[in-house]
């Protein structure tokens, strides 16, 4: 993992908010709304539905 993907992933898990909104955290991650789409789908990235929609979960 390079340095910046590193620094993305801190910046996700020292919000203090459980979950990250998808757009919040496919810009954080360095990567396309639609890559963390299929990301998801395909059990590589935990997200949870929320009462303000489907979110990354920071904990699985």
């Given at each position: 993992?390079?340095?910046?993907?590193?620094?993305?992933?801190?910046?996700?898990?020292?919000?203090?908010r459980p979950?990250?909104?998808?757009?919040?955290?496919?810009?954080?991650?360095?990567m396309?709304?639609?890559?963390?789409?299929?990301?998801?789908?395909?059990?590589v990235?935990?997200?949870?539905?929320?009462?303000?929609?489907?979110?990354v979960?920071?904990?699985?």
């Amino acid at each position: 993992m390079i340095p910046a993907d590193l620094h993305s992933i801190r910046r996700i898990f020292l919000t203090p908010r459980p979950n990250v909104p998808l757009m919040t955290a496919a810009d954080l991650l360095g990567m396309s709304l639609r890559e963390l789409k299929r990301d998801i789908a395909d059990g590589v990235i935990v997200a949870v539905s929320t009462a303000m929609g489907t979110k990354v979960a920071k904990r699985s």
